[in-house]
Structures are given as C-alpha cells and as structure tokens.
C-alpha cells in the first residue's frame, strides 16, 4: 500500500522560506510522476509543482514560477518543495500527490489525477 506523509510545515513572514518534505513508502519504485498540491480555505485545489521520476523534468504553476523548487531523493522515496520569497496568498495546506503513470500535460495539473496523496501540512504566511 502507497503511503505519503508530509512534513516541514509552518509559519512564516512575508518574504521567507520553507522547505516541505513527503515521504513515500510501498511505491516500489513505481511512481512516475509526482506532486505538490495545494488548497487554501474557501477555494480549489491547485498543483503548483510536478516533477517526473524519470528524467525529472519539472513544472510549476504560474503563481509560484521562480519562487517554488521541487525535487525528489535519487530513491525516489521522498519528495521536496522548497519554497521562497514566500507570500500570504501562498497560505494553504499543502499535499504531495504521487501516481504511477507519466501524467501527460493535460492531466498533470489536476488534482484528481493522483492516485495517491498524503494528509497535508499547513503553511501559514503573514504579512
């Protein structure tokens, strides 16, 4: 069974950063395409980060483009999202995502795409 357990949440100020962190179990190696997610109160969820396993090719939601890096361990067991210059409309909680097809560019934007998605961590950034 796919587990994912997010960790590193927090509070911040305005401008600063923090760095989430999921850990993935029972994958086997399987996943191919991988994910933060995020929904803030009263509104949708939004992907704001894809990275693929193989080749790790990365993509980002206009809204955190050059702020936001995701990454992942070379085991592919674990997930990162480091996230700088940090804004109050970056408040939410955050998910990581994971599923075992190379999403393709139509799909990998969508929340329920992902077959597997953790508990999530909050982030909350003041001004």
């Known amino acids: 069974q796919v587990e994912l357990v997010e960790f590193g949440g927090g509070s911040v100020q305005a401008g600063g950063s923090l760095r989430l962190a999921c850990r993935i179990t029972g994958a086997r190696g399987s996943i191919r395409t991988m994910a933060w997610f995020r929904q803030a109160p009263g509104k949708e969820r939004e992907v704001v980060a894809v990275?693929?396993?193989?080749?790790?090719?990365?993509y980002y939601d206009d809204s955190v483009k050059g702020r936001f890096t995701i990454s992942q361990a070379n085991d592919k067991t674990s997930l990162s999202l480091r996230m700088d210059s940090l804004k109050p409309e970056d408040t939410a909680m955050y998910y990581c995502?994971?599923?075992?097809?190379?999403?393709?560019?139509?799909?990998?934007?969508?929340?329920?795409?992902?077959?597997?998605r953790g508990q999530g961590t909050q982030v909350t950034v003041s001004s």
């Open positions: 990275i693929y396993t193989s080749g790790e090719s990365t």
């Open positions: 995502a994971a599923d075992f097809s190379a999403l393709t560019y139509d799909r990998r934007f969508v929340v329920g795409q992902y077959k597997f």
